[in-house]
Antibody, heavy 120, light 107 residues
């Protein structure tokens, strides 16, 4: 059974870079059938897609975040990562990683999520 | 960018009631519309994909319909375990957008 687990600092200072990693277990991140994505949810609010990556490194980003986002993949560790630069309090959210099958538009499964707070 | 308008933002219904949630896209998205259930403190769970297809293992009281710009999600008989927030999500032209969510409570 495929499982995803987010990890990274729970507290980031304003103007710094948020860095998270998603570790995939129970399956290979190098499968040609899947994309891997990041979605976030500010406390008490809705969901926002951040971006997605293919094992080859091909990426798609939310246009509203594109200038600050970098998603990368490490196939040797079966992991993919998110970097969000110049963070502000508005970036405080639960960050989820999830899988998307190629040629489809839905995310399944999801990681459990990790709360990142931006505060000095 | 395609915008998704989901309504209502919240609803209260009795056990056994039929519950309907709508989602409207700002432009034609064919059937590229999915529905998720999110319980407090948990990650979203896929229920319906491509507008009307029930994900494996999801109870048949959940259903979806629609195409183009107007979509509907229905719980045919509300159960206590269905208390959650429900989100629609579209995908088009390499972007993915969620609706604002509908919080479903028991009356």
């Amino acid at each position: 059974q495929l499982q995803l687990q987010e990890s990274g600092p729970g507290l980031v200072k304003p103007s710094e870079t948020l860095s998270l990693t998603c570790t995939v277990s129970g399956g290979s991140i190098s499968s040609s059938s899947y994309y891997w994505g990041w979605i976030r949810q500010p406390p008490g609010k809705g969901l926002e897609w951040i971006g997605s990556i293919y094992y080859s490194g091909s990426t798609y980003y939310n246009p509203s975040l594109k200038s600050r986002v970098t998603i990368s993949v490490d196939t040797s560790k079966n992991q993919f990562s998110l970097k969000l630069s110049s963070v502000t309090a508005a970036d405080t959210a639960v960050y989820y990683c999830a899988r998307r099958q190629d040629a489809t538009g839905w995310f399944d499964p999801w990681g459990q999520g990790t709360l990142v707070t931006v505060s000095s | 960018d395609i915008q998704m308008t989901q309504s209502p933002s919240s609803l209260s219904a009795s056990v056994g009631d039929r519950v309907t949630i709508t989602c409207q896209a700002s432009q034609d998205i064919s059937n590229y519309l999915n529905w998720y259930q999110q319980k407090p403190g948990k990650a979203p769970k896929l229920l319906i994909y491509d507008a009307s297809n029930l994900e494996t293992g999801v109870p048949s009281r959940f259903s979806g319909s629609g195409s183009g710009t107007d979509f509907t999600f229905t719980i045919s008989s509300l159960q206590p375990e269905d208390i959650a927030t429900y989100y629609c999500q579209q995908y088009d032209n390499l972007t993915w957008t969620f609706g604002q969510g509908t919080k479903v409570e028991i009356k």
